[in-house]
Each structure stands twice: as structure tokens, then as C-alpha cells.
């Protein structure tokens, strides 16, 4: 079992909420990333970050913002959730490296806006 | 940006069989290609990685091959049992600094091994 954890597992909360997804890891890694995921389909990069302060957007845009205060967590949080942000959220993270490392990833956020 | 094609109709295979799951991708070949496995309702676990410049990888019972020639990565499961049942995926790793932040992931392959 990889050392990185989401809370909550299941989430379902009413539009126009604001909401905060928590993410963090016990393995020291600098990188750590937000992935979106709908059933039977690919997972899209919405945010990175290569340490403490550091964060990045990914391919797919995205409403939310993340933050990286410290390298152990990656907290991400959704101003005024709306039904079209329905969907599973994945949180990643891999050591530095030229190349070539392996994501590890944690259990995810299954996030229903109704 | 990359185009990655796995079967995405269901695979079925007798338990005790090889499976064997196809990675297809249409631009430049990347640095790095990986699998990882998902089971229903949970994060993705890392299998395998292999380099552009290696033609064959194992694990176990795992195998994966890489022709950058063909574009394509098959992934082969010996001896299949009940328990390899799940979604796999392909990801394609630039290699850019390494980590997921080159990563692109196919949509799947969600293999069932029937008893």
C-alpha cells in the first residue's frame, strides 16, 4: 500500500458550496499532482506541483486551486462546487528524478454536487 | 499531444490463459512507458515501467514489450487467475524532469479472467 491518503472518500454536497479536498503523502516526495477521472475515462492532469510553493496547472482546466505549504500536503479546494465538477478525484505523488519514477497514487474522492 | 488507443471493449480470458492487452499511441515514442492496474472505485498501483531503448520487460508473471517502431506496448498476464481481474492502464511518461507531470494515461483495458 502506497503512504498517501485522500479524505474524504465519498463526498456529496449541494452546488454553490465551497469545498476542500485533502491530500497527503508520508513519503517525502517533492511531486505531487491532482488527477480527475470519469468512469471509463482517462485520467486528466488538472494540477501539479514540484515542492513547497510550487503548483502548476495541468491539461485539463480546471476551476479548482490547489496549494503546497508544505511538502506533505496538497490540499484542493473547489470555491463554489456545480454539478458539472461531479466526478473522482485522484491525488498522485513521485519521487524526483530524471525520468522515469512511478506515481503512487491514494484511494481517491468520489465528489457528487447535487 | 499523444493519442493514446487501448481495446476498449472488455477482455475476456480463461483462467490459465496469457492475456494480452495492446497499448497503441500516435505521435513521438516517449522516453518511458508504464502500466498501472485500477480496481473498481480505488487509485491506480504502479506495474511496470519501461525505457524506449528496451524491447522487454518482466515481473513475475507480468511481461510487457515496447516497439517504438510500431508505436505500441503489449502487456502480457501468464497463467491468468480470478484475481488479475481489474482495468489496466497505459501511461506514457515524456520523461521531462521525470514524475506524472509527463504522464498521459489511456482510457483502459478492463480485463475479466472467467474461472
Known amino acids: 500500500e502506497a503512504d498517501i491518503y485522500q479524505t474524504p472518500r465519498y463526498l456529496v454536497i449541494g452546488t454553490g458550496k465551497k469545498i476542500t479536498l485533502e491530500c497527503s503523502q508520508t513519503?517525502?516526495?517533492?511531486?505531487m499532482y491532482w488527477y480527475q477521472q470519469d468512469p471509463g475515462m482517462e485520467l486528466h492532469l488538472i494540477h501539479y506541483?514540484?515542492?513547497?510553493?510550487?503548483?502548476e496547472k495541468g491539461d485539463l482546466s480546471s476551476e479548482s486551486t490547489v496549494s503546497r505549504i508544505r511538502t506533505e500536503h496538497f490540499p484542493l479546494t473547489l470555491e463554489s462546487a456545480r454539478p458539472s465538477h461531479t466526478s473522482q478525484y485522484l491525488c498522485?505523488?513521485?519521487?524526483?528524478?530524471?525520468?522515469?519514477?512511478?506515481?503512487?497514487f491514494g484511494q481517491g474522492t468520489r465528489l457528487t454536487v447535487v | 499531444s499523444q493519442k493514446i488507443e487501448q481495446n476498449s471493449e472488455a477482455l475476456n480470458i480463461q483462467e490459465g490463459k496469457t492475456a494480452t492487452l495492446t497499448c497503441n499511441y500516435t505521435?513521438?515514442?516517449?522516453?518511458?512507458l508504464q502500466w498501472y492496474r485500477q480496481d473498481p472505485g480505488r487509485g491506480p498501483v504502479f506495474l511496470l515501467l519501461?525505457?524506449?531503448?528496451?524491447k522487454e520487460k518482466r515481473k513475475e508473471r507480468l511481461k510487457v514489450t515496447f516497439d517504438t517502431t510500431l508505436k505500441q506496448s503489449l502487456f502480457h498476464i501468464t497463467a491468468s487467475q480470478p484475481a488479475d481481474s481489474a482495468t489496466y492502464l497505459c501511461?506514457?511518461?515524456?520523461?521531462?524532469?521525470?514524475?506524472?507531470?509527463?504522464?498521459?494515461f489511456g482510457k483502459g483495458t478492463h480485463l475479466i479472467i472467467q474461472p
Open positions: 498522485a505523488s513521485s519521487p524526483s528524478g530524471t525520468g522515469g519514477t512511478e506515481a503512487f
Open positions: 513519503m517525502g516526495h517533492d511531486k
Open positions: 506541483s514540484y515542492g513547497v510553493n510550487s503548483t
Open positions: 505521435n513521438y515514442s516517449p522516453a518511458y
Open positions: 519501461i525505457r524506449e531503448n528496451e
Open positions: 501511461a506514457l511518461d515524456e520523461g521531462s524532469g521525470g514524475g506524472a507531470d509527463g504522464l498521459t
